[in-house]
């Protein structure tokens, strides 16, 4: 059984820093598309960062710069390390496998996690 277990999420001062984290259960991350998604209030799901199984990373340009996505194979987890966080950053973060081809759009990954919270108070 596949299961995404995300944490790490709080409530940070703008210009403050917070690490997720996404460990994997039933699935090797080594080998799958890992992405983190968000959704803030009344605003739909949106990518932030993707790490592909050749290690490349992708980013939304709004997280550009600030936002580092990362794995640690050993401990089938994926990290998103965020910096320099804004108030516009507050939103339910999730973790997701990529599970169809094409655009990294919600419906193209699935195993989504519970999600966690972030709030960046401004």
């Known amino acids: 059984q596949v299961r995404l277990v995300e944490s790490g999420g709080g409530l940070v001062q703008a210009g403050g820093s917070l690490r997720l984290s996404c460990a994997a259960f039933g699935l090797t991350i080594s080998i799958n598309t890992m992405g983190w998604f968000r959704q803030a209030p009344g605003k739909q799901r949106e990518l932030v960062a993707k790490?592909?199984?050749?290690?490349?990373?992708n980013y939304a340009d709004s997280v550009k710069g600030r936002f580092t996505i990362s794995r640690d194979n050993a401990k089938n987890t994926v990290y998103l390390q965020m910096n320099s966080l804004k108030a516009e950053d507050t939103a339910v973060y999730y973790c997701?496998?990529?599970?169809?081809?094409?655009?990294?759009?919600?419906?193209?990954?699935?195993?989504w996690g519970q999600g966690t919270q972030v709030t960046v108070s401004s």
């Open positions: 790490i592909s199984s050749d290690g490349n990373p």
């Open positions: 997701a496998t990529k599970v169809r081809p094409g655009g990294d759009v919600p419906s193209n990954y699935n195993y």
